[in-house]
């Protein structure tokens, strides 16, 4: 049986619309804080600590993955995604009046085998933000992912001393990873948006 054009037609449109939609994702590595660097690692090991980050957009949230390895084993983190990182593109520090908007996601803890991973699924790509009417805070976006030690006591070592808000009783350690702008032209914002707008500093929803 021989079908006419038309139902040919009908049937290539049947095929593409039924075959799934690959989802937007982006993987990208984490940078290290060089001052806690060494707070981070294990002792005289040739491996250099890491942390990568998978967002994968869904229909309803997006799923986030953070990887470590090579870290020292059985420390303890905080993930937050933040308005500001305190780098460029290129990893140089900028300097910038604080986090900004901090956003608190999820524990992290590294194994005996100095690994760890945790998944979240919230909003996160493009449309991440907070509000506050009543203090005059305007929706901001955190666009950026970092990860504080958890225990202030755990960077002591590298000469850290008092505390940060970072984690549930807010007293937290410093800054041991960060991402960095993404390199957009006229717009660098991070990496959590996909999809940078025409004007700087914001992005498409």
């Known amino acids: 049986m021989k079908l006419s054009s038309l139902g040919l037609l009908s049937l290539l449109l049947l095929i593409t619309s039924a075959a799934p939609v690959a989802a937007a994702s982006k993987t990208f590595p984490l940078m290290i804080n060089t001052p806690f660097a060494a707070c981070v690692g294990v002792p005289n090991a040739k491996s250099t600590p890491t942390a990568v980050v998978k967002v994968v957009q869904g229909k309803l949230n997006d799923t ?10 059985n420390l303890g983190f905080d993930l937050f995604t933040v308005q500001n990182s305190p780098f460029d593109a290129a990893g140089n520090p900028v300097v910038i009046p604080n986090f900004g908007l901090a956003w608190y996601q999820s524990d992290v803890e590294v194994s005996k085998g100095g690994s760890a991973s945790v998944k979240i699924q919230t909003i996160l790509v493009n449309q991440i933000f907070g509000f506050d009417a009543a203090s005059g805070l305007a929706p901001t976006n ?8 958890d225990d202030p006591q755990a960077a002591a070592a590298c000469g850290f001393t ?29 990496p959590l948006c996909f999809s940078p707008s025409g004007t700087p500093g914001e992005c498409n929803p």
Not at 142 to 149: A, D, I, P, S
Not at 165 to 190: D, E, K, R
């Open 64 to 73: 986030l993955i953070v990887t470590l390895k090579h870290v020292r084993p």
């Open 162 to 190: 008092g505390f940060t808000p970072f984690n549930g009783v807010h007293h937290a350690g410093p800054m041991a990873f960060i991402s960095l702008p993404v390199n957009t032209p006229g717009n660098p914002l991070g």
């Open 142 to 149: 955190t666009f950026h992912v970092g990860l504080w030690f």
